[in-house]
Structure formats: structure tokens, C-alpha cells
């Protein structure tokens, strides 16, 4: 079945950088996108980026010139990069499966992210 | 960016109940996205496109709208329906989320 798990980092000290990885299984990078979103503690949803089946990619242009999102086909995996943290930034992380329509049809458990000295 | 305002931002319903959900959009969006979050948990999918129901969503539950103004409509309200549902735009980026409804059972 479809399924997306994020792992990270868990704890990152203000002005450093995020990595965050997102591993697919029941279907393929090359057949559907992948997409970011947060949600800091409490609050609502936020859309971060995507990459598309064919390797193009958007960001909210709130958080471009932080941001870089890429993919390894061969691993089943995204990558999502967010530099100069701060504690704003705090939140759960999110990845989903995202298809035509720009709809986000399936969803890992999250990973949290606590931004902190 | 285009702002979704979804309301009421808290409501209580008895089991039972006809409960509509509304999600209105500062700019005309083509369709309009919903998803069930339950407390503790990630995101689900719970309607597409404004009105299809994705899978295992119990058809109690149905979507319609159009331009500016969208809603989700419970038939009979249940126990297990309690949760935040949030609408989310794709017509134009970046995409965006409401803030969300709270709903709770009374």
C-alpha cells in the first residue's frame, strides 16, 4: 500500500540548516509528486514545496530563498532542505503524495522539528 | 497568495445533527480540496475536487461550492467525525490552507 515516511533530525540549533528525508513505498517518484507541508505546534497547515513526477519543482515563495527540495528516484526518496532556522521554524513536518489537481492524497505520520539552542 | 477563511473556526454538534462547514476564498479558486485531521494525527484526504468523496470517506459527508465559497456538509453527525477540517486551494500558488474548523460532538 501507499505509504511516505519522514525522518530528520529532530533538534537543530537556530541559524543552521534542515535536512529532512521522505521515503515512499507502493508507488513511484516518477509516476506521482511529493510535497512538503508544516504545521507548527497547534496552528494550521502550510504549504512548503513540491517536486513533480518529472522533477520540477515549486515552493511557497514565502520560504524560496531558504529552501531546496530534490529527489533520488533510485531510493524512493525526497529531500527537502530549509537553511537559516529559527525558532519559527519549529513545527511538524509533513510529506504527502501529490497528484494532478494539486491535491495531497496520501500522508506520512510527520516528523517534528524543534528549532533550539 | 490567496487567503481561505474557513468558519466557524470552533463548533459542537449532537449526534445527529446536519452540520455544514463553509470555506470562502479571497480570489475565485476552480475547486476546492477538504481534509480530516483528528487530534495527534497526520492529515487524511477527505474530499477532492470539491465534491468527490475519497476513499473509505462514509457518504454522510458531501462537498459542493463554486468561485469564492465552498462547504463541506455532514448529513448525521457521529462520534467518530469529530476532528479539524481544513479546505486547501491548488488553482494558484503558493498553495494554501485554511485555518481551519474545530469540530466537536456534543
Known amino acids: 500500500q501507499v505509504q511516505l515516511k519522514e525522518s530528520g533530525p529532530g533538534l537543530v540549533q537556530p541559524s543552521r540548516t534542515l535536512s529532512l528525508t521522505c521515503t515512499v513505498s507502493g508507488f513511484s517518484l516518477t509516476s506521482y509528486g511529493v510535497s512538503w507541508v508544516r504545521q507548527p505546534p497547534g496552528k494550521g497547515l502550510e504549504w512548503i514545496a513540491a517536486i513533480w513526477s518529472g522533477g520540477s519543482t515549486d515552493y511557497n515563495s514565502a520560504l524560496k530563498s531558504r529552501l531546496s527540495i530534490s529527489r533520488d528516484t533510485s531510493k524512493s526518496q525526497v529531500l527537502l532542505k530549509m537553511n537559516s532556522l529559527q525558532t519559527e521554524d519549529t513545527a511538524m513536518y509533513f510529506c504527502?503524495?501529490?497528484?494532478?489537481?494539486?491535491?495531497?492524497?496520501?500522508w506520512g505520520q510527520g516528523a517534528s522539528v524543534t528549532v533550539s539552542s | 497568495e490567496i487567503v481561505l477563511t474557513q468558519s466557524p473556526t470552533t463548533m459542537a454538534a449532537s449526534p445527529g445533527e446536519k452540520v455544514t462547514l463553509t470555506c470562502r476564498a479571497s480570489?475565485?479558486?476552480?475547486?476546492m480540496h477538504w481534509y480530516q485531521q483528528r487530534s495527534g494525527t497526520s492529515p487524511k484526504l477527505w474530499i477532492y475536487e470539491t465534491s468527490k468523496l475519497a476513499s473509505g470517506v462514509p457518504n454522510r459527508f458531501s462537498g459542493s461550492g463554486s468561485g469564492t465559497s465552498y462547504s463541506l456538509t455532514i448529513n448525521s453527525m457521529e462520534t467518530e467525525d469529530a476532528a479539524t477540517y481544513y479546505c486547501q486551494q491548488g488553482s494558484s500558488y503558493p498553495l494554501t490552507f485554511g485555518s481551519g474548523t474545530k469540530l466537536e460532538i456534543k
Open positions: 504527502a503524495r501529490y497528484r494532478g489537481t494539486y491535491v495531497m492524497d496520501a
Open positions: 480570489s475565485s479558486v476552480s475547486y
